[in-house]
C-alpha cells in the first residue's frame, strides 16, 4: 500500500488545516489507518486512528477535542482518510504521516504496517 499525505501547510495559531492521505497501489480495504507526527528534536508520536468501518475512533490527550479523524469509504478506489484540525497551536507544529494498518501494542498505538510520506504543518504563534 502506498499512502500520499497532502494538506499541510503554514497556519497561524487558532487556524485549521484538513490533512488528507490516499491509497495508490491498493486500497485501505480492512486498515485502520492513522496519523502520527514529529516535531523537530521529537520522537514520532500517535495522534489519531479510525477504525475501517469509521466506526471506532481514538486520539492522543494532546488532540481531543481539537482534531477530528474521519475516511471516506464510499470508492475502494479512491479511499481516503482526512483529518481535520482546529483550534491549532505553535506546538502542533510537526511533519504529520499518515499509516495503515495501526494496530495497539503495549497500551499505544505504536505498531504500523504501511507508513506514508509526511506533509509539513506549521502553526506560527
Known amino acids: 500500500v502506498q499512502l500520499q499525505a497532502s494538506g499541510g501547510g503554514l497556519v497561524q495559531a487558532g487556524g485549521s488545516l484538513r490533512l488528507s492521505c490516499a491509497a495508490s497501489?491498493?486500497?485501505?480495504?480492512?486498515?485502520?489507518v492513522g496519523w502520527f507526527r514529529q516535531a523537530p528534536g521529537k520522537e514520532r508520536e500517535f495522534v489519531a486512528v479510525?477504525?475501517?468501518?469509521?466506526?471506532?475512533?481514538?486520539?492522543?490527550d494532546s488532540v481531543k477535542g481539537r482534531f477530528t479523524i474521519s475516511r471516506d469509504n464510499g470508492d475502494n478506489a479512491k479511499n481516503t482518510v482526512y483529518l481535520q484540525m482546529n483550534s491549532l497551536k505553535p506546538e502542533d507544529t510537526a511533519v504529520y504521516y499518515c499509516?495503515?494498518?495501526?494496530?495497539?501494542?503495549?497500551?499505544?498505538?505504536?505498531?504500523?504496517?504501511?507508513w506514508g510520506q509526511g506533509t509539513l504543518v506549521t502553526v506560527s504563534s
Open positions: 499509516a495503515a494498518g495501526v494496530t495497539a501494542a503495549g497500551g499505544t498505538f505504536n505498531s504500523v504496517e504501511y
Open positions: 497501489g491498493h486500497t485501505f480495504s480492512g486498515y485502520p
Open positions: 479510525i477504525s475501517w468501518t469509521g466506526g471506532r475512533t481514538y486520539y492522543a
